[in-house]
């Protein structure tokens, strides 16, 4: 399973995305991410390439970076970032001042 995380942006919108989609219990998104691990090979791998943070946060285009990110993680072309088996990937991204958030589940066939 890999995730796409958003929030990355904001080091805090990551652990509440991470709590809202039911990962985490609320207001346990930050020791999750520590105990359970979000790293490549953590229970939860998020992120596998910098996430958003790590491209300049492109405001606009963050949304089809993650869709590439998910299609490369599901079709095995992410090299040493690589999330062994991915089967099923999810993505969240929030706008504007987060009036707005979409999730979407990418599955491999």
Do not use: W
């Not at 652990?15 to 207001?27: H, Q, R, V």
């Not at 949304?63 to 999810?90: F, H, W």
């Amino acid at each position: 399973y890999q995730r796409r995380v958003h929030g990355d942006g904001y080091t805090v919108m990551g652990c509440l995305f991470l709590e809202n989609a039911g990962f985490a219990p609320k207001g346990q998104g930050t020791m999750f991410a520590v105990e359970e691990g979000i790293s490549l090979n953590g229970k939860l791998p998020i992120s596998t390439f910098g996430g958003l943070k790590a491209r300049g946060h492109p405001v606009g285009a963050s949304g089809v970076y993650q869709a590439v990110e998910l299609y490369n993680q599901l079709t095995n072309r992410s090299g040493p970032n690589q999330v062994v088996g991915a089967k099923v990937g999810m993505c969240q991204n929030a706008g504007g001042s987060v009036s707005s958030v979409y999730s979407h589940v990418f599955i491999s066939r």
